[in-house]
T-cell receptor, first 112, second 114 residues
Framework: GENVEQHPSTLSVQEGDSAVIKCTYS??????FPWYKQELGKRPQLIID?????GEKKDQRIAVTLNKTAKHFSLHITETQPEDSAVYFC???????????FGSGTRLQVQP | DGGITQSPKYLFRKEGQNVTLSCEQN?????MYWYRQDPGQGLRLIYY???????QKGDIAEGYSVSREKKESFPLTVTSAQKNPTAFYLC?????????????FGDGTRLSIL
């Protein structure tokens, strides 16, 4: 089955700096990679996703990059703000599977 | 995702007791999922269902049971066989059968042992 590893487990940055969270996956057939943001005590919410036919996708201050050869993908947040503080989860799925496999999460803290 | 309703928000279980967590959706989504969230461990799949009257075990199904009698509803029962049930339980849904569609989550139920 799929295994997704996520690093770092915690990340602290100064407001305005960039943050990068990295995930690696084991199943070379995986081809859909969403990222979720979960604020304390709330539901995870999709913030961006990428499919394997593209190498990068951007949405304002958020971007995701995918390296299929190395089987890793990363979330980039630029110009971080205190409201970006949350736990971020990466996930992966392949055509043959029916449910996402999630990473263990990264707690991002943006210091004002 | 206002179309997914989980209840109750908080639930307490006594020793030897079965409890049922509710998940209702009005999004007309075919697929529904139950995840368990423990601190530092991400989300682990308990059960999922692609269509009515059919469901499959996930990675940690032992001590849990589900039913899918209606498209809108996917209740999860935490049985007394689940010895460590304290966790945050999340229900999710997904439209259609395509694998590459995002899952949408409910607000969760926090279960604790009395």
């Amino acid at each position: 089955g799929e295994n997704v590893e996520q690093h770092p487990s915690t990340l602290s940055v100064q407001e305005g700096d960039s943050a990068v969270i990295k995930c690696t996956y084991s199943d070379s057939a995986s081809n859909y990679f969403p990222w979720y943001k979960q604020e304390l005590g709330k539901r995870p919410q999709l913030i961006i996703d990428i499919r394997s036919n593209v190498g990068e996708k951007k949405d304002q201050r958020i971007a995701v990059t995918l390296n299929k050869t190395a089987k890793h993908f990363s979330l980039h947040i630029t110009e971080t703000q205190p409201e970006d503080s949350a736990v971020y989860f990466c996930a992966a799925i392949s055509t043959g599977r029916r449910a996402l496999t999630f990473g263990s999460g990264t707690r991002l803290q943006v210091q004002p | 995702d206002g179309g997914i309703t989980q209840s109750p928000k908080y639930l307490f279980r006594k020793e030897g007791q079965n409890v049922t967590l509710s998940c209702e959706q009005n999004l007309n989504h075919d697929a529904m999922y139950w995840y368990r969230q423990d601190p530092g461990q991400g989300l682990r799949l308990i059960y999922y269902s692609q269509i009515v009257n059919d469901f499959q075990k996930g990675d940690i199904a032992e001590g849990y049971s589900v039913s899918r009698e209606k498209k809108e509803s996917f209740p999860l029962t935490v049985t007394s066989a689940q010895k460590n049930p304290t966790a945050f339980y999340l229900c999710a849904t997904k439209t259609g059968a395509n694998y590459d569609q995002p899952q949408h989550f409910g607000d969760g139920t926090r279960l604790s042992i009395l």
